[in-house]
């Protein structure tokens, strides 16, 4: 319908002829290619600025080797007295609860893993780390969990849910510099649940916008969640394992509700069962016989097994999750991508100064180290692929990662023609992956959203998050490129200016390679949309913000062509100041901006 009569009685039809999706797709493909081959034709500008690169860098002196440091972190500890508490606390087993791990639990969110990740999980959120050091003992999230559930009395009196903010440690009465506090330590009296300390503090905070709220407000919601989360555990409301015979969803319950909502048959052999455990837990933690624990245990399993075998992980996806939450990948590599990326950077920067030095060795050893390194992360995204069951890109964490691959990646692409370029990616994955680990941050595997579940999800997000890695080696590159200019004296000029002509030239060179991904991811996202949603194009933020970033960014390479403005000093402020479009794509229009984008 496209119009009505003069005298609104009648109503005009509109019949349009439409050839379909193929001549669109032709389009997106036809662009895609021609983008592409011009990356690889000897005749173009990236050719050009190749040969301009090995040329600059062949006209300047070689460098001697420096050594190379490790950086170590400790992990924060706090003393403990010894006593019969804490002596129960450090009496589980390591290799019973590992087998306590190995159990399967349902999340909220309906995901099936092993316990040992939810374990992670919840010693994450209430301590903000991977194990808990009492006294001279490491105990493993497994065994603080098991704890938790079996000793609460014990657990209760250990400080171990992060506080760390003056004005709630005053409230509770615990020290002002303190950094955890313990359960009972939030209630006046432990044993009733109505006189915990910060109610009225999270109830003013919970009444604001969220926009209103101060930092305080924000520190007391966060507290107040893990001493939520903490009970939740002392009561096994969140751990999930016990499957409901021929339920049709497939839902699991926590003991307290199984026993009150199953079949009486069912309850009492869950009954059963939990006791048995529960009677040999004391009996380990009294003797160190951890036998019959391990017998008890392995019916629970079997439980599970049985009817819960619709929706039950295989062995191997098992032992994958467990090993990756125990490797622990991406955490462990980037003290160690920043450590040799700062310590290269700084080698090149004094082999520019001082072109007679030689650094070729610590080149070298770097590029292997750093190579090493890559094969690492691309283990780490490929172990959580297989264990997510979806591409890691789907949410924040996992395109942050994802994106620091595609930095390094871009890093090595350039390692023969530049030190300095490995050097900055190295560095820039570093921080890249540091962010990633923040506490705003949720590295938890999750089920994806339905309208995410689609092959084009994997091809779309990887292409165009890829392109942020070679376009964020451009702004960095513009970053150091202007550092030089400061340095440039006219004792140094003429080797500084080939630096400055050689990081250009590799600049301008990944900003092609990531204007030419960013573009046809955004052709493939309009395949996507029209897949999922029957329209190319909707003006949604992400959409409209992903378009002007390839407008920007297709203004950068074609500077050269404005003789007015185009310079070396010139280019290199305009490929870092670029780089906020890519911010705000990626982050801005998730914060600030609602669109159909926000499902991640």
């Known amino acids: 319908q496209s119009s009505y009569d003069q005298d609104e009685q009648g109503t005009v039809l509109s019949v349009n002829n439409d050839p379909g999706t193929l001549p669109s797709y032709i389009g997106y493909f036809l662009l895609g290619v021609g983008m592409f081959w011009s990356l690889f034709s000897r005749h173009n500008r990236f050719a050009q600025l190749s040969e301009r690169a090995r040329k600059a860098s062949q006209q300047k002196a070689l460098g001697i080797l420096l050594s190379i440091g490790m950086l170590f972190s400790v992990a924060p500890t706090y003393a403990e007295e010894v006593d019969p508490l804490i002596k129960t606390i450090l009496s589980f087993d390591k290799e019973h609860a590992k087998r306590f791990g190995e159990l399967i639990v349902q999340d909220s969110a309906g995901r099936m893993k092993p316990l040992d990740t939810l374990s992670h999980e919840i010693l994450a959120k209430i301590y903000r780390g991977s194990s808990l050091k009492v006294g001279e003992k490491t105990l493993n999230a497994n065994q603080v969990i098991l704890g938790m559930m079996s000793k609460?009395?014990?657990?209760?009196?250990?400080?171990?849910?992060?506080?760390?903010?003056?004005?709630?440690?005053?409230i509770i009465g615990a020290k002002l510099d303190a950094t955890h506090a313990s359960f009972t330590q939030f209630f006046a009296d432990p044993q009733n649940l109505s006189t915990y300390k910060l109610v009225e503090y999270v109830d003013a905070a919970a009444r604001k916008e969220p926009k209103a709220r101060d930092l305080f407000d924000k520190a007391v919601l966060e507290v107040d969640e893990r001493v939520n989360i903490s009970f939740s555990v002392y009561t096994g409301d969140?751990?999930?394992?016990?499957?409901?015979?021929?339920?049709?969803?497939?839902?699991?319950?926590?003991s307290i509700e199984a026993l009150q909502t199953f079949p009486q048959d069912h309850a009492l052999k869950i009954r059963e069962i939990a006791f048995e455990y529960f009677v040999s837990l004391d009996k380990g933690v009294a003797t160190g016989d951890w036998s019959d624990a391990n017998g008890a245990i392995e019916k629970i399993s079997n439980y599970q097994k049985f009817y819960g075998v619709s929706v039950m992980p295989s062995e191997n996806r098992i032992k994958a999750e467990m090993f990756y939450n125990y490797a622990n990948i991406f955490e462990r590599i980037y003290p160690l991508y920043f450590v040799i990326g700062f310590i290269l950077l700084i080698a090149s920067f004094i082999k520019i100064l001082k072109p007679a030095l030689n650094i070729r060795v610590l080149e070298?050893?770097?590029?292997?180290?750093?190579?090493?390194l890559f094969v690492a992360h691309t283990l780490g995204l490929g172990l959580r692929w297989y264990v997510a069951g979806h591409a890691p890109w789907s949410d924040g964490y996992e395109s942050m990662i994802y994106i620091s691959w595609a930095t390094i990646l871009a890093g090595l692409f350039f390692s023969k023609r530049s030190s300095m370029?490995?050097?900055?990616?190295?560095?820039?994955?570093?921080?890249i992956l540091f962010v990633a680990h923040l506490n705003w941050m949720?590295?938890?595997?999750?089920?994806?959203v339905p309208v995410l579940n689609s092959?084009?999800?994997?091809?779309?997000?990887?292409?165009?998050?890829?392109?942020?890695?070679?376009?964020?080696?451009?702004?960095?590159?513009?970053?150091?490129?202007i550092l030089l200019f400061v340095f440039k004296t006219k004792n140094n000029e003429k080797h500084i200016s080939l630096s400055i002509k050689e990081l250009n030239s590799i600049n301008e060179m990944s900003l092609m390679i990531g204007l030419a991904f960013l573009t046809l991811g955004n052709f493939i996202g309009g395949v996507w949309a029209n897949e999922s949603w029957g329209r190319y194009w909707g003006w949604d933020p992400k959409e409209t913000w992903a378009l002007v970033t390839i407008l920007v960014y297709a203004v950068v390479v074609h500077l050269r062509f404005i003789k007015s403005i185009y310079s070396e000093f010139n280019f290199s402020v305009i490929s870092l100041l670029s780089y906020t479009s890519v911010i705000m794509t990626y982050f801005g229009v998730n914060y600030y901006l609602a669109g159909m984008h926000s499902y991640a």
């Open 364 to 372: 070298k050893s770097s590029l292997w180290l750093l190579t090493a």
């Open 442 to 448: 949720n590295p938890q595997v999750t089920n994806l």
């Open 152 to 170: 609460p009395d014990a657990y209760k009196e250990l400080k171990i849910i992060r506080t760390k903010n003056e004005e709630i440690n005053r």
């Open 238 to 254: 969140l751990i999930k394992i016990w499957p409901k015979p021929n339920d049709l969803n497939n839902k699991w319950f926590p």
């Open 421 to 431: 370029t490995m050097a900055s990616t190295a560095v820039l994955t570093g921080l």
């Open 455 to 481: 092959y084009w999800l994997s091809i779309h997000v990887a292409v165009i998050t890829a392109s942020y890695g070679f376009l964020g080696l451009g702004a960095l590159l513009g970053f150091i490129v």
